[in-house]
């Protein structure tokens, strides 16, 4: 059974950089599409960078040029650093285990998540 652990987020204010940190435990991660989401209050959650099994990644438009995710080998750690970080950037930031696959599908449902940690951006 897979389990996420995240840490790092906080506050930080506008311009700022924060690094969050998912620990993956608990089951072959190999060949896994990996992902963050992110959740603002009354909208849904929604998927903001992706790394697929080969290592392609993927970003949202909003987030393209300052949010870089990235595992480390033997990918047991998945990241994501958030750099000039603006207020609308405030949220609930989760990682996610989507599926085995290359490249990460579309849509938002994942197999295993991580319990959230809290981003708070202010200008």
């Known amino acids: 059974q897979g389990q996420l652990v995240q840490s790092g987020g906080g506050s930080v204010e506008a311009g700022g950089s924060l690094r969050l940190s998912c620990s993956i435990r608990?089951?072959?991660?190999?060949?896994?599409?990996m992902a963050w989401f992110r959740q603002t209050p009354g909208k849904e959650r929604e998927e903001i960078a992706s790394?697929?099994?080969?290592?392609?990644?993927n970003y949202e438009d909003s987030v393209k040029g300052r949010f870089t995710i990235s595992q480390d080998n033997p990918k047991v750690t998945l990241y994501l650093q958030m750099n000039n970080l603006q207020a609308e950037d405030t949220g609930m930031y989760y990682c996610?285990?989507?599926?085995?696959?290359?490249?990460?599908?579309?849509?938002?449902?994942?197999?295993?998540w991580g319990g959230g940690t809290q981003v708070t951006v202010s200008s």
């Open positions: 790394i697929g099994g080969n290592g392609a990644t």
């Open positions: 996610a285990g989507r599926a085995i696959a290359d490249y990460c599908p579309g849509g938002s449902t994942a197999k295993y």
């Open positions: 608990g089951t072959n991660w190999v060949g896994w599409c």
